[in-house]
């Protein structure tokens, strides 16, 4: 006699997108309720742009428009990075070491909604800086229009998706106690080397391309109409090169290791 045949009822649309809904909830008020991890990511991008650009140097940048525009971005463009590598690089290595991420697989939710999850906590992040960014910028001697604004925030939230796949990656091989260590590894010198708040000697101007944060930072600028390095069209596809290749990477080292 023949086994029974086991019937897979898939779940009806409406509850997967709630599901995904509802983890994306909970993992951002996770984080929001996290004064370790919301305090720097959300003030310190404006406060370091209104002490460098109003208190230090103000009369300065006042004379030099293009400066003050140098300020603005870099500072944005810093305040996009650390979400997603932070959020991601410790929350996974985390996570998988004391096996919360097998549970989750176990879960009847669908497989990808924690990484959507904090993708969309790393974009609501970001979509929180480029709000107060956009409030102090006429601080800093800034004339930007609405759109201008509007179209640098939304390149920006965008912009999150290929720092969470480096910190995705770097979760996904180091332990929860050096993840912190390992991140920063990543983003000091992504900060210092990317060109976004000095420049550098013409020497070193080669490294600043290999980083996502110059693609980043010159993909805003030509967003917001102002002139840029380089193509935008081949910004976006370094930018999604690198997100393709560290979350394919992460992926598949968590399936090895479970």
Not at 136 to 143: A, D, N, T
Request: charged share 10%; aromatic share 10%.
């Amino acid at each position: 006699m023949s086994a029974p045949a086991i019937q897979t009822l898939a779940m009806p649309p409406r509850r997967v997108v709630r599901a995904y809904a509802v983890e994306a909830k909970y993992e951002s008020l996770r984080m929001l309720r996290a004064p370790s991890f919301a305090g720097p990511f959300l003030l310190l991008p404006a406060a370091l742009y209104l002490l460098f650009a109003v208190l230090l140097f103000g009369p300065e940048i006042a004379k030099d428009p293009r400066s003050a525009l140098f300020m603005y971005t870099g500072f944005s463009v810093l305040g996009v990075m650390g979400p997603g590598l932070f959020g991601f690089g410790i929350s996974v290595a985390t996570e998988r070491e004391q096996g919360l991420l097998k549970l989750k697989r176990a879960l009847p939710m669908p497989q990808a909604a924690v990484l959507l999850a904090r993708m969309l906590m790393s974009m609501l992040f970001v979509a929180i800086v480029m709000a107060s960014m956009s409030a102090v910028s006429p601080f800093g001697g800034l004339h930007l229009s609405a759109s201008q604004l509007i179209a640098f925030s939304l390149v920006n939230v965008a912009g999150a998706a290929p720092f969470c796949a480096m910190g995705f990656f770097v979760g996904s091989l180091v332990s929860a106690k050096a993840a912190p260590a390992f991140v920063n590894i990543v983003y000091l010198p992504m900060i210092y080397l990317s060109a976004i708040l000095f420049p550098l000697p013409k020497s070193m101007q080669w490294i600043a391309v290999l980083s996502p944060a110059f693609h980043l930072d010159q993909l805003g600028l030509a967003a917001m109409g102002v002139a840029s390095y380089g193509s935008p069209a081949v910004h976006v596809i370094v930018l999604a090169g690198v997100t393709v290749v560290f979350a394919f990477f992460a992926v598949r080292r968590l399936a090895r290791v479970g």
